[in-house]
């Protein structure tokens, strides 16, 4: 009966060791041209049937790193169903880093000899041959300069990208969009660090490509949805904030992504 007992506590044990590390996430690792890259993944259980499970990459702000962006968009409580990829950036330079200290991503196709787009590609062959995906439902998140990289995904992978949903970021003008997609943009009006006016030529440009021109309707307090005729919508939320990322963003993205797939 005790040695009973001891399995079965040690059964117990395992699985909550187990249920922890599903909680933090695993760090993966990727060599990209002889550098090595990581990202903290999270990855529903395998399902007794074949679910193909949507998959969201989420990149923090210049400065940032994976271990806090995965606790600040927590995207992964909001959808469990989904598979969300939190990568680590490398030093970058920015208008607000010149020297390039701190951990960011690329703003524009070529620069660092194209690390992060490379990273990209890697991260999301590995996420196929590891889980069920469905490749109608990969979708592109971050903050500041991460809601940057996601309109640079957009721009140079957006065959692969069902919607983007970005806070406080801007496409930088050597990129262009061409493809439609669903874009959420979350920005702050007294943004100086990434400047209000740039982020909103972003979302006019968007919303041109999005076919999304019309007046707009009002969807909240601070939020406006533009249909589109080629069923690829632009949602704004423009707050009277600054440079921040608002606490009920993971929700409203989540939400957005939930209704659109390739």
């Known amino acids: ?13 395992l699985a909550a060791a187990a249920q922890a590390v599903a909680a933090q996430g695993t760090v993966r690792n990727w060599t990209i041209d002889g550098v090595k890259r990581q990202a903290l ?7 007794t049937n074949d679910i193909r499970h949507p998959v969201v990459f989420a990149w923090h702000g210049h ?3 994976m271990q806090g962006t995965s606790q600040q968009m927590h995207i992964q409580t909001v959808w469990p169903e989904a598979i969300v990829v939190y990568a680590q950036g490398l030093p970058s330079q920015s208008p607000v880093d010149p020297n390039g200290t701190k951990p960011g991503w690329q703003t524009e196709a070529g620069q660092n000899g194209d690390r992060d787009l490379k990273l990209f590609d890697a991260m999301l062959a590995t996420i196929k041959q590891n889980h069920s995906v469905d490749d109608a439902r990969i979708y592109t998140t971050g903050f500041s300069n991460g809601g940057g990289f996601s309109y640079l995904l957009w721009a140079e992978r957006g065959k692969k990208i069902a919607a983007i949903g970005e ?17 959420l943009a979350i920005a702050g009006q007294a943004d100086t660090t990434d400047p209000f006016a740039l982020q909103q030529q972003t979302i006019e440009d968007a919303r041109q490509v999005d076919n999304a021109t019309g007046n707009g ?22 707050h009277p904030g600054a440079h921040v990322y608002p606490p009920w963003a993971p929700t409203e993205i989540v939400k957005f992504f939930k209704n659109h797939h390739l």
């Open 1 to 13: 009966m005790k040695l009973e007992i001891r399995t079965i506590l040690s059964l117990v044990i």
């Open 41 to 47: 993944v999270f990855a529903p259980k395998p399902a």
């Open 63 to 65: 400065g940032g790193n």
């Open 167 to 183: 806070v406080a970021g801007r496409l930088f003008p050597a990129e262009h969009l061409t493809l439609t997609r669903p874009l």
């Open 217 to 238: 309707q009002s969807c909240g307090q601070v939020c406006k949805f533009y249909a589109s005729t080629s069923q690829t919508p632009v949602k704004t939320f423009i």
